[in-house]
């Protein structure tokens, strides 16, 4: 079963410094029917303007990994962590038992686009963490980025889920092989491509199941992100 979610169906706000969709219920966003898939309960594609940003908040038990499309964006909190994030690079944020943080873009006149990406963690009152590390290089191939092991060098989350990222030259092809005792769930990024022959564009999203092969065949550059989660 693939499931697609068009960006068009997405939540949607704008709050002038901030322009946001949410694959899932999010904020003012509710929909019963888009409550997350499995453990992947957000995903929100912010578009943040020139010296604004999120002010200091808190979170709880969750597993925080942000994404950057283009431009930076400045995290600060309560554990002592300073970074700035760019594209190619991959941050997570464990709120465990708690945390607080802010995030501003720091640039006076280029506009940051990320994504924000909540995954429930396997166990609630965990230590608060931080991790950031730049993504390995690579065309045409699956990059693990996060994982409950650290495998690959990839950045540690607490919870029984993978993350990919892959970008693909017009006209490549991936496969990914997936147990079709799980979950997963694939955003694009960016450009055009066929999950399986069904037709993705910027934004879509794909809820996955009872699946043990997905062919990526790309239209145009692209790039998409590939949960393999729990049922």
């Known amino acids: 079963m693939i499931q697609l979610r068009p960006s068009a169906s997405r939540g949607f706000a704008d709050h002038g410094w901030l322009v946001a969709r949410h694959s899932f219920s999010f904020a003012d966003y509710y929909d019963p029917a888009e409550m997350g898939w499995g453990v992947l309960r957000v995903i929100n594609e912010d578009r943040v303007a020139p010296g ?13 990994v942000t994404y950057v499309i283009e ?42 686009h990320l994504l924000q990406i909540w995954i429930e963690p396997r166990e609630l009152g965990i230590a608060p963490g931080y991790e950031q590390q730049a993504l390995a290089p690579g065309e045409n191939v699956w990059r693990l980025i996060a994982s409950p092991d650290a495998a690959r060098g990839s950045t540690l989350i607490h919870q029984d889920a993978s993350l990919y990222a892959a ?3 017009s006209g490549a092809v991936l496969d990914y ?28 999203g794909a809820k996955i199941a ?10 145009e550059d692209s790039e998409v992100l590939l949960f393999d989660l729990p049922h």
């Open 167 to 169: 970008c693909l030259a």
């Open 71 to 112: 431009g930076a964006l400045e995290h600060r909190d309560s554990l002592g962590n300073g970074e700035v994030i760019r594209p190619g690079e991959v941050q997570r944020m464990s709120a465990g038992s708690g945390v607080r943080h802010s995030e501003f873009n720091p640039s006076s006149s280029e506009a940051t």
């Open 177 to 204: 092989v997936l147990d079709p005792a799980r979950l997963a769930y694939v955003h694009l990024v960016r450009g055009e491509l066929l999950l399986n022959g069904l037709p993705m564009r910027a934004g879509d």
């Open 52 to 64: 604004k940003g999120f002010a200091t908040h808190g979170h709880r038990d969750m597993e925080i």
């Open 210 to 219: 009872s699946e043990s092969a997905l062919r990526f065949a790309a239209g």
